[in-house]
């Protein structure tokens, strides 16, 4: 299991932005797709975003448009940036390594393993 780091999160109220970063700090990010997931209050885990070592972006419909997931390699770490953040993005964000990726009718689609989220940061939308 490759151990990555949080951060990023808070309090913001609808209409505002966050930006999120996952980090590692025993292993390179760059060889590796990563992943942002989430899981809002009695939700199930939804997986949201993944950018591929060559920078191929995939996104969930919920966040399409309002997400932007980047990676900086040179620091180690994958951010994503939230824009016009709405009560239902309320959850605790997470970021993992991808077990694997494919192609699927030209969109990257990355796979994870439920035990490979960390612990995550938590995300309140609220006026």
């Known amino acids: 299991q490759l151990q990555l780091e949080e951060s990023g999160g808070g309090l913001v109220q609808p209409g505002g932005s966050l930006k999120l970063s996952c980090a590692a700090s025993?292993?390179?990010?760059?060889?590796?797709?990563i992943g942002w997931s989430r899981q809002g209050p009695g939700k199930e885990r939804e997986e949201i975003s993944c950018?591929?070592?060559?920078?191929?972006?995939s996104y969930a419909g919920s966040v399409k448009g309002r997400f932007t997931i980047s990676r900086e390699n040179t620091k180690n770490v994958v951010y994503l940036q939230m824009n016009d953040l709405k009560p239902e993005d309320t959850a605790v964000y997470s970021c993992?390594?991808?077990?694997?990726?494919?192609?699927?009718?030209?969109?990257?689609?990355?796979?994870?393993?439920?035990?490979?989220w960390g612990q995550g940061t938590r995300v309140t939308v609220s006026s």
């Open positions: 025993r292993f390179t990010l760059g060889s590796y797709a």
């Open positions: 993992a390594a991808a077990q694997g990726v494919e192609y699927l009718g030209g969109k990257l689609r990355c796979y994870f393993s439920d035990d490979d």
């Open positions: 950018i591929q070592d060559d920078g191929t972006t």
